[in-house]
């Protein structure tokens, strides 16, 4: 039987409403882009794009120079993005707010003394089978692993194009590179030194030291998500989950929770979670 994925975001999705996983794991219906996404991915091309030059040729200059082409390159004249970034201000605007994302990265560390191993990594690692635990693979890219001259020691860099949460969801904020920890951890052995996110909208820096102890704890909560995915699968059931970002659900008028009607699962539901061969 093939082994199934996950990668955080869908697993923080099951978490947050098992329909909205559904929709968009399984069903994979289309969602409308929208300028924030353009500018996180304008922002991470600019920065991969930069990291992969000599350390002395890292400077803001440089980086901003990049920032032109790279939207010039996302959004051709005959894209339907053309309409959607007319609707934000226009391309000088998008420019300028990727420019600023790209300048904050400059505030917060100095790209000429990093050293990368890798750069939109990607990692994944079969986890569970022990204990009668179901298997699965966790998986995903990271944006950039540094290694430390000398020591070899590695560091998981992810960077948000949002602003930084409160100190209260600093713990779930990380969740994420803990999930690529885990998978660097369970494929080589290798623990990270340090987990760091980079909020380029804020100036903010969020830092974890992962250990055995707390990757453990990141692989069963990922394993009991997958449970209740299975759960669900198994059942035909995934119920909705009503909580606070449902205003910004681009699915919300298909919730039974808001009076809509999900469409049915896939008649290949099981399929596409690797379950169809099992008892």
Not at 67 to 96: F, I, S, Y
Not at 99 to 108: A, I, K, P, Q, Y
Not at 180 to 188: E, M, N, V
Request: charged letters at 25%; hydrophobic letters at 40%; glycine letters at 8%.
């Amino acid at each position: 039987m093939p082994t199934a994925g996950l990668s955080p975001s869908r697993a923080k999705d099951f978490s947050r409403c098992p329909l909205l996983f559904r929709l968009r794991a399984i069903d994979k219906l289309p969602e409308p882009r929208t300028y924030a996404q353009l500018k996180g991915i304008l922002t991470h091309t600019v920065l991969e794009q930069l990291f992969r030059l000599p350390p002395a040729e890292r400077t803001v200059e440089q980086a901003i120079s990049m920032v032109r082409p790279a939207v010039d390159d996302a959004v051709p004249p005959d894209d339907e993005l053309v309409q959607l970034v007319a609707q934000a201000g226009g391309v000088e605007k998008l420019v300028d707010d990727v420019s600023g994302l790209v300048r904050t990265d400059f505030d917060l560390e100095d790209p000429r003394r990093l050293t990368p191993q890798a750069l939109e990594l990607w990692v994944q690692a079969t986890i569970g089978g022990r204990r009668g635990a179901p298997t699965m693979k966790v998986r995903g890219y990271i944006d950039r692993l540094d290694v430390a001259p000398g020591t070899g020691a590695l560091r998981i860099v992810d960077y948000k194009t949002g602003k930084a949460p409160g100190p209260s969801h600093n713990y779930e904020a990380l969740f994420q590179l803990r999930c690529y920890a885990l998978a660097l951890w369970r494929s080589d052995g290798t623990v990270p030194a340090m987990l760091q996110l980079l909020y380029l909208a804020g100036g903010a820096v969020r830092r974890e030291e992962p250990n055995v102890a707390g990757l453990e704890r990141t692989e069963a909560r990922l394993l009991a998500l997958w449970s209740g995915i299975v759960r669900c699968a198994r059942t035909g059931e995934w119920p909705a989950a009503p909580g606070p970002l449902c205003p910004w659900c681009y699915f919300k008028p298909r919730c039974p929770a808001f009076g809509g009607a999900a469409p049915l699962p896939p008649p290949d539901l099981l399929e596409r979670l690797g379950l169809e061969e099992e008892e």
